[in-house]
């Protein structure tokens, strides 16, 4: 069981570029959900999922797209970063406990 | 808005002492209570889950507790060691929200051996 997993670990993006972040999990976990960490501000939800093929939008969703084509697939896009996009991003996924596990995130720079 | 915060920010303990760590939140009206540990540069892992139900929830040297009607929850950590010097997060899910989960900034622990 490999859990939560996320791709990429580290990247640097340009202002304006594009990227998505793929989060995988083998749990057979309902939920899943995009969060992100800044100093000060703590762990903010950014989108989650309740389920195969949809999505719904947390407490900071702008700038972000996401889809979950596959249940065990949730991605993230940024369709133009922005500097204040740089944050730690973490994914996460629960079953109907609601129980969270957490993959070990993405460092994402945006100069 | 639901809103949880932990005191303090920040604690140093010599090793073997025994630590409570602290958790408020503003809702009572939760579904859940869970306890992360985060070390540097890493994930979050899950430490305990408390149902709204349940009055505390024990794993090894740790043992939380929830007390829903005042908004309080504290994490127990008997016989401290440097291995455990993290950060710790609580985070509620509430019964409007469903599963999504509304994070303290956590409490960073440091144990000097």
């Known amino acids: 069981n490999a859990g939560v997993t996320q791709t990429p670990k580290f990247r640097v993006l340009k202002t304006g570029q594009s990227m998505t972040l793929l989060c995988a999990q083998d749990m057979n976990h309902e939920y899943m959900y995009w969060y992100r960490q800044d100093p000060g501000m703590g762990l903010r939800l950014i989108h989650y999922?309740?389920?195969?093929?949809?999505?719904a939008k947390g407490e900071v969703p702008d700038g972000y797209n996401v889809s979950r084509l596959k249940k065990q697939n949730f991605l993230l896009g940024l369709e133009s970063a922005a500097p204040s996009q740089t944050s730690v991003y973490f994914c996460a996924s629960g079953d109907k406990s609601y129980e969270q596990y957490f993959g070990p995130g993405t460092r994402l720079t945006v100069t | 808005k639901q809103e949880v915060t932990q005191i303090p920010a920040a604690l140093s303990v010599p090793e073997g002492e025994n630590l409570v760590l602290n958790c408020s939140f503003t809702d009572s009206a939760i579904y859940n209570l869970q306890w992360f540990r985060q070390d540097p540069g890493k994930g979050l892992t899950s430490l305990l889950l408390i149902q709204s139900s349940q009055r505390e929830q024990t794993s090894g040297r740790l043992n939380a507790s929830l007390d829903k009607s005042s908004g309080r929850s504290t994490l127990y950590i008997a016989a401290s060691q440097p291995g455990d010097s993290a950060t710790y997060l609580c985070?509620?899910?509430?019964?409007?929200?469903?599963?999504?989960?509304?994070f303290g900034e956590g409490t960073q622990l440091t144990v000097n051996p």
């Open positions: 999922s309740v389920g195969e093929g949809t999505t």
């Open positions: 985070a509620v899910s509430g019964s409007t929200s469903g599963s999504r989960l509304t």
